[in-house]
């Protein structure tokens, strides 16, 4: 009785990706008609369409050029200020980590539109810096917490040790921190990156223009187009989703392990 | 030597304030000085209104109706996709065997973005060329089948049950790790004194999962109302408004009517609403562990 309730939400869980692909396989002319999980034959021309055609690869490339950044900007500003609240002392420092705290709990719904009117006046409005600013914001508060309760638990001796060899503040925190950091960084980078990959309305309302746009506006700016051609579209979801399920079957120790961290901190 | 100790540590925090001050602090102001304004987002002229907009947001009909459907969503979530949740953590915490696989199957559609979910599922539930309708119609259930996302009676439900399918594994991983630090001891010793498993389950299990399950709702609350991109994704907020939510309205002030002003009061009052909502439930809970 377990198994089988057990197996059938797992199966439900499978279930629409596999549907998914199924559908990206088939033609314009089948995917109304032929109901069958495989398809008599496979149209793999489906997802070269949906890459140049429909300007897919742009926005992957696009994509994959944001989460990156915005990864390796939130792992560099966070744990420089999460090593120095951590560590140093320096007049005010409980106060602005209370801040970046106060920030995690205060929920502003449409706080993007406030941001539109600030990348405006910035003219970062419809550029990829704008987007990566913002999206570091957005990350920086979890982060800052994640790293700073690590750092509060390491033992010193390899940081006095460093010092007493003549290494400076940023040498402690870059040779000695950060490397030993590894697995609460880990945590924090496969957070961040699922959700910047997965971010869609601050891309919304930054970007006018399709060749900035990253995959997740641009799937619903193609299905609004075209809104009958299923088998691309269903190709762009399976580019979409298929390096995040990678990434998540690689990761997801890591991804447990947050979750249930993450559940203290709440 | 003090002072320029302290100087140096600032150079650390530094990049972490500029971009929150520039990026948090300046929005969060910003929202309540428009909230006073009647303002299009682009002339250079704003008209002070004062307290208007927020005694329009009072009157404003498909406001309220889409915090309710936010509200329904959430009911929902909070019971299915919560007991659902719960129900799978503790089967999968007797069942020793499949548990680490279960656990990663549980947990892809949360990590997929709303955007995936909502257009695959979108094409799923189509009336017309949907598989669940082809299926119903093979089943001999034809009756049942049906304009699952156009048809006013049923698209907020259907939307509903997509999110609780998405958002389950998170209420699914905090459950199970929950459940996996009460102590083996304690089933024991409820066995030995002679109770059978659904004694262990009330007496046992049920009082020391309470706080896990208030952080759940907790976090299904606040999660769930401010939910919106799955409905872009599948409905749009139709049909006829039936499955607006509050932060679909807000984008639609903003982009829709250009009306920036108004669009930052709602999202105001609607702030205001959920962290009322979360402080009550604090409290809840701290009388709960108190208990």
């Not at chain 2, 907009?53 to 929902?76: P, R």
Request: net charge positive.
């Amino acid at each position: 009785m377990i198994h089988l309730f057990l197996l059938s939400v797992a199966i439900t869980c499978i279930f629409p990706l596999v549907w998914m692909v199924s559908s990206s396989l088939k033609t314009q002319e089948t995917i109304f008609r032929d109901t069958s999980l495989i398809p008599k034959s496979f149209h793999f021309e489906n997802y070269y369409l949906a890459w140049m055609e429909g300007g897919f690869g742009r926005n992957f490339l696009n994509s994959i050029f944001y989460t990156t950044s915005v990864v390796i900007g939130i792992i560099i500003v966070s744990s420089l200020a999460a090593y120095a609240f951590s560590r140093l002392r320096f007049p005010g420092s409980n106060l602005l980590f209370f801040m970046f705290m106060a920030a995690m709990m205060i929920p502003i719904p449409g706080s993007f539109v406030p941001l539109y009117v600030l990348l405006n006046k910035l003219h970062l409005r419809n550029t990829a810096l704008g987007y990566i600013l913002c999206m570091i914001n957005v990350g920086l508060s979890t982060s800052i917490f994640l790293l700073k309760t690590f750092f509060d638990k390491m033992p010193k001796e390899l940081e006095d040790a460093a010092r007493i060899d003549g290494c400076s503040k940023l040498g402690i925190w870059w040779h000695v921190a950060l490397p030993l950091a590894k697995p609460v960084l880990a945590v924090v980078v496969i957070f961040n990156a699922l959700n910047v990959w997965n971010e869609y309305v601050l891309a919304l309302i930054i970007f006018d223009s399709k060749p900035l746009m990253p995959l997740q506006v641009a799937l619903t700016t193609f299905q609004g187009e075209f809104i009958t051609r299923y088998p691309l579209l269903m190709a762009g979801l399976t580019i979409t989703a298929l390096p995040i399920i990678l990434v998540y079957l690689l990761m997801q120790k890591y991804i447990v392990k947050g979750v249930t961290q993450g559940a203290v901190v709440g | 030597m003090r002072l320029k100790s302290s100087l140096e540590n600032y150079i650390f925090v530094l990049p972490a304030v500029l971009i929150f001050v520039i990026f948090y602090v300046i929005p969060f102001i910003w929202v309540f000085q428009l909230g006073l304004y009647e303002w299009d987002g682009i002339l250079p002229t704003k008209v002070f209104v004062g307290l208007d907009n927020f005694k329009e947001i009072l009157t404003d009909k498909i406001w309220w109706q889409s915090m309710w459907q936010a509200g329904y969503i959430t009911l929902i979530a909070l019971t299915l996709q919560n007991a659902v949740a719960f129900l799978l953590a503790w089967a999968c915490d007797r069942e020793i065997k499949l548990k680490n696989f279960y656990r990663v199957i549980f947990f892809i559609p949360p990590v997929l973005s709303e955007v995936v979910v909502g257009l695959v599922w979108q094409w799923i539930l189509d009336g017309n060329y949907g598989l669940l309708n082809h299926w119903l119609v093979h089943l001999g259930l034809p009756n049942l089948a049906r304009n699952w996302l156009s048809d006013p009676n049923t698209a907020l439900t259907t939307v509903a049950i997509v999110h609780s399918w998405k958002g389950f594994g998170w209420g699914f991983l905090i459950f199970l790790a929950g459940l996996q630090t009460i102590p083996r001891e304690l089933y024991e010793a409820s066995r030995v004194d002679g109770a059978n498993a659904w004694h262990a389950f009330k007496n046992v299990t049920i009082p020391l999962m309470i706080p896990v399950a208030v952080l759940v709702a907790i976090l299904t609350i606040l999660g769930t109302m401010q939910a919106f991109v799955l409905i872009i994704a599948m409905t749009g907020g139709g049909p006829a408004y039936h499955t607006q939510v509050p932060v679909l309205r807000i984008l639609a002030s903003m982009r829709g009517s250009s009306r920036f002003g108004y669009a930052c009061a709602q999202g105001i009052s609607f702030g205001v609403i959920l962290m009322a909502i979360s402080f009550i439930q604090y409290r809840f809970s701290k009388h709960a562990r108190q208990t």
